[in-house]
């Protein structure tokens, strides 16, 4: 399994953005999916997870109500669509897969090489 992310890009606060993750291979129905993001200087944390089969959703706090993260079994894609963005929403966007509905980025085994995504004026 690949993962492959894009849509990030230079936008204005109060802008809105989706991203894309493109799996390559097959994902199970126990398979989880996430977004993380890490600024320049700053650890990776956690954004939001969408289980592959029952579609469960979990959002991190700074993000919720903001982001809704969704999965498309046909086209094996998960997006992350961000509303209402904030200079702070700048950083690199990390698709990841895994098996258990974590928080943790340590709980997940495959990862996709980034998208920057810049909020700024």
């Known amino acids: 399994v690949q993962l492959q992310a894009s849509g990030g890009g230079l936008v204005l606060p109060g802008d809105s953005l989706r991203l894309s993750c493109a799996v390559s291979?097959?994902?199970?129905?126990?398979?989880?999916a996430g977004w993380f993001r890490q600024a320049p200087g700053k650890k990776r944390d956690f954004v939001a997870l969408?289980?592959?089969?029952?579609?469960?959703?979990l959002y991190a706090d700074s993000v919720k109500g903001r982001v809704t993260i969704s999965r498309e079994k046909a086209e094996n894609t998960v997006y992350l669509q961000m509303n209402s963005l904030k200079p702070e929403d700048t950083a690199v966007y990390y698709c990841?897969?895994?098996?258990?509905?974590?928080?943790?980025?340590?709980?997940?085994?495959?990862w996709g090489q980034g998208t920057l995504v810049t909020v700024s004026s």
């Open positions: 291979g097959r994902l199970f129905s126990s398979s989880v």
């Open positions: 990841a897969t895994g098996r258990y509905r974590s928080s943790a980025s340590e709980d997940y085994d495959l």
């Open positions: 969408i289980s592959w089969g029952a579609g469960h959703t």
